[in-house]
């Protein structure tokens, strides 16, 4: 194969493939949801980190017994 033509297969090929993956995804505008099922779903912070952003555990409603 010549230069030229390795050349333009080149072209063609990535040229097909930004097409294709410019074609898949949602379609219209992006918009962020807000009605109320959205409202338990995670935000980017507690989904890069969940660690660090998880809620503080609910601390129990009796007392420890004391130690023998």
Same mark, same amino acid.
């Given at each position: 194969?010549?230069?030229?033509?390795r050349?333009?297969?080149?072209?063609?090929? *990535?040229?097909?493939?930004?097409?294709?993956?410019?074609?898949?995804?949602?379609?219209?505008?992006?918009?962020?949801?807000?009605?109320?099922e959205?409202?338990? @779903?995670?935000t980017?912070?507690?989904? *890069?980190?969940?660690? @660090?952003?998880?809620?503080?555990?609910?601390? %129990?409603?009796? %007392?420890?017994?004391?130690? @023998?």
């Amino acid at each position: 194969m010549s230069k030229a033509a390795r050349i333009l297969v080149t072209a063609g090929i *990535l040229v097909a493939g930004g097409a294709s993956l410019g074609g898949c995804g949602q379609r219209g505008p992006l918009y962020l949801p807000q009605g109320p099922e959205a409202a338990q @779903r995670a935000t980017l912070p507690q989904t *890069l980190d969940p660690i @660090r952003n998880a809620p503080a555990p609910a601390t %129990p409603a009796v %007392p420890a017994s004391a130690p @023998r």
